[in-house]
Nanobody
Framework: QVQLVESGGGLVQPGGSLRLSCVAS????????MAWFRQAPGKDREYVVATRRGGGPTGSADSVKGRFTISRDNAKNTVYLQMNGLKPEDTAVYFCAANGNRVITSALANPQSYNYWGRGTQVTVSS
């Protein structure tokens, strides 16, 4: 049974920073592709950025380019999302997602490519 648990969300002022963490409890399963999605009220779940166990470019949403960075510690089964220059439009519930297999580049932004999900952590950007 794979469990993903996000943490690090909260209330931050515009221009501020947060770092989200996602810890994976996987047993003997190795997770290849891990990603962050977000969902604002009344909107569809939106891809943010992904990372693969073996590294390599994955791309991020245009709305977060240059501001959000994903990183991964395989020894700790943890993926991070460093968010800088936060804007009110970044307000959403942020979800961690994973697939035990490699997700091809063209499918990274599709939520259906991931078979494991966390429950999410709320990020609110407001003055």
């Amino acid at each position: 049974q794979v469990q993903l648990v996000e943490s690090g969300g909260g209330l931050v002022q515009p221009g501020g920073s947060l770092r989200l963490s996602c810890v994976a409890s996987t047993g003997s399963l190795s997770l290849d592709t891990m990603a962050w999605f977000r969902q604002a009220p009344g909107k569809d779940r939106e891809y943010v950025v992904a990372t693969r166990r073996g590294g390599g470019p994955t791309g991020s949403a245009d709305s977060v380019k240059g501001r959000f960075t994903i990183s991964r510690d395989n020894a700790k089964n943890t993926v991070y999302l460093q968010m800088n220059g936060l804007k009110p439009e970044d307000t959403a519930v942020y979800f961690c997602a994973a697939n035990g297999n490699r997700v091809i580049t063209s499918a990274l932004a599709n939520p259906q490519s991931y078979n494991y999900w966390g429950r999410g952590t709320q990020v609110t950007v407001s003055s």
